[in-house]
C-alpha cells in the first residue's frame, strides 16, 4: 500500500475534487473511514476545542496535534490525514521541526499559514500576516525537513496557505501564491476566497510561474452561512481538496448538549436518538478482538 503522504500527493495531481472530513478522535477517525471517504482533516480550532477547551486563538502547538494525530491515524487505516501546523508555531526552524513531528506522527500533509503568531481564526477580524518573505521561508524549510517517502518520492506534503486576502488583497495573496510555489509546496490555499477571487489568483499565479499548483479550500461553519459550492467551477479553477474542519464536531456537540438536557431534565438519555452500543463496540473492533482471544486461549498458532 502507497504511503498516506503519496495518497495525499496523488489526491492532489488527480482530476477530481474530494472532500476531506474533520475528524478529532479515534471514534470520529473511524466513522469517517467507513462512510468511505478519501481521506480526512485534523483542525487547529478542533483540537483546541476538543482537548483545550479554548477557542483558536494560538493555544494550540505541534505536540497537542501530534497527540491527537497519534489516535486518528491508526484510526484511518492508512487513509491519508491532512493536519493544520497554524504558523509552523514560529519561524523557519520552528517550521521546519513541526514537518519533521508531524510526518512521524504518521500525517501525511500539514497545512501552514502566513499569519503572525500567535494567529487568529481565519474567520476572525483582527488578522496580520508576516512578510511575503518570512512567509516562504516557512514553507521552504517545511518542504526540506521531512525525509523522502516511497519511490522516491517526497514525504509530507506541504500546502502553504495565505490569509493575505482578507487583510491586504487580492495583489497580496497572489504574491505570496507565487512564492509558496517556487518554494516547493505541493498546493496552496487562499483563505476566505470567493470563487472570483480564486479565479484572479489563479490566474495571475498562471502568469507568473507557468501553472498554479493545486489548490485547497476551507469550508467551514466558522465562515458563517454560505452558499453551496459549485463544485464544477472549482474543479475548473484547479482545486482539488475540500475541508470541512468543524462539520462533524458541531453535529456530535449538538447531539451532546441534547443528551445533557435530556438527562438534566428527565433522569433519562432515552429521547434521544443515538448510536447503538453493539455498533459503537464494533466499530472500535471488539468482535474481531473476542475472536482472536479465544483463538490465542486455545493456543492456536495459525
Not at 499559514?113 to 477580524?125: I, S, T
Not at 496580520?128 to 516562504?136: F, I, S, T
Not at 495565505?162 to 487580492?170: F, I, K, Y
Request: charged share 20%; glycine share 10%.
Amino acid at each position: 500500500m502507497d504511503a498516506p503522504s503519496d495518497r495525499l500527493r496523488a489526491l492532489l495531481r488527480g482530476p477530481d475534487l474530494v472532500h476531506l472530513p474533520g475528524v478529532y478522535d479515534a471514534v470520529s477517525a473511524r466513522l469517517a473511514a467507513r462512510a468511505g471517504v478519501a481521506g480526512a482533516h485534523l483542525s487547529g480550532a478542533v483540537a483546541s476545542a476538543v482537548a483545550l477547551g479554548l477557542p483558536d486563538l494560538g493555544f494550540v502547538h505541534a505536540a497537542d496535534i501530534v497527540k491527537v494525530a497519534q489516535s486518528v491515524t491508526p484510526a484511518l487505516a492508512g487513509l491519508p490525514l491532512l493536519a493544520d501546523a497554524d504558523t509552523g508555531y514560529g519561524n523557519a526552524l520552528q517550521a521546519r521541526a513541526t514537518a519533521r513531528s508531524y510526518a512521524a506522527a504518521g500525517i501525511a500533509g500539514l497545512h501552514l499559514e502566513d499569519q503572525v503568531a500567535p494567529k487568529r481564526c481565519g474567520h476572525l477580524a483582527g488578522k496580520q500576516v508576516v512578510d511575503v518573505e518570512e512567509a516562504a521561508s516557512r514553507v521552504r524549510a517545511a518542504v526540506e525537513a521531512a525525509p523522502s517517502g516511497t519511490a522516491g518520492t517526497r514525504g509530507i506534503v506541504v500546502v502553504a496557505r495565505t490569509d493575505a486576502l482578507g487583510v491586504e488583497g487580492v495583489a497580496s495573496a497572489t504574491e505570496r501564491c507565487v512564492a509558496f510555489a517556487e518554494a516547493g509546496a505541493d498546493a496552496v490555499f487562499v483563505e476566505g476566497a470567493s470563487t472570483p477571487d480564486l479565479a484572479r489568483v489563479v490566474e495571475g499565479v498562471t502568469r507568473a510561474t507557468g501553472a498554479c499548483p493545486p489548490l485547497v479550500v476551507n469550508r467551514s461553519e466558522a465562515a458563517g452561512d454560505e452558499p453551496p459550492l459549485d463544485q464544477a467551477a472549482l474543479r475548473e479553477l484547479g482545486v482539488r481538496i475540500v475541508i470541512h474542519p468543524v462539520s462533524a464536531l458541531l453535529a456530535a456537540a449538538h447531539a451532546q448538549a441534547r443528551v445533557y438536557a435530556a438527562i438534566a431534565a428527565g433522569g433519562d438519555a432515552g429521547p434521544v436518538e443515538r448510536l447503538g452500543w453493539d455498533d459503537l463496540t464494533a466499530l472500535v473492533g471488539l468482535p474481531d478482538l473476542l475472536n482472536l482471544e479465544q483463538r490465542y486461549a486455545a493456543g492456536d498458532a495459525s
